[in-house]
C-alpha cells in the first residue's frame, strides 16, 4: 500500500460511517437518509476505483506552480465568495483560472463561463429553488 491509497481507504471508512448514521434517521427523514447512502456508495466505488487503480510508484507533480496558483485561487474565491457573491466570484474564478490554464479562445471563454452559470441560474435558483451563497455586497 502507498500513501495515495490511505486518502481513499480514510474515505471509505467515513463514508461507512455516514451509511451507519443514515440508517439510524427517523422514518419521517427517508428521503434524506436515501440521499447520504447514495452518495456514500457512489464515494465508495471512486474510492475502490483509486485503490485499485493506482500504480505502485507514486508520480511527481509536473508542474508545481500550477497546482500553487489552483490552490491559492480556489482559496481566494472562496473567501470572495462571501464578499461579492457567488456569480461574481465564479465567473472571474472561471476565466481567470481558463486564462492561466491557456485557453486562448475568447469566445470559448466566455461561453462557457455563461453556460455554467446561466445552469447553475436555472437549475438551482429557479427549478430547485435553492439558494446560492450571497455576499455582503450582493
Known sequence: ????????IILIVISSLMI????AYPARAAFASHYVIFWALILIAFCIAIIFGTKK??????????????IMSVTLYLFAMTYIGFFISSAAFMIGTML?????????????????????YFIFLKFLEVPVPSGILF
Do not use: S
Open 57 to 70: 510508484k507514486t508520480e511527481k507533480i509536473k508542474e508545481p506552480k500550477k497546482l500553487l496558483f489552483l
Open 1 to 8: 500500500m502507498n500513501r495515495i491509497q490511505i486518502i481513499p
Open 20 to 23: 451507519k448514521a443514515a440508517l
Open 100 to 120: 492561466y490554464l491557456g485557453v486562448k479562445d475568447k469566445i470559448a471563454l466566455l461561453t462557457t463561463t455563461i453556460l455554467v452559470l446561466g445552469g447553475i
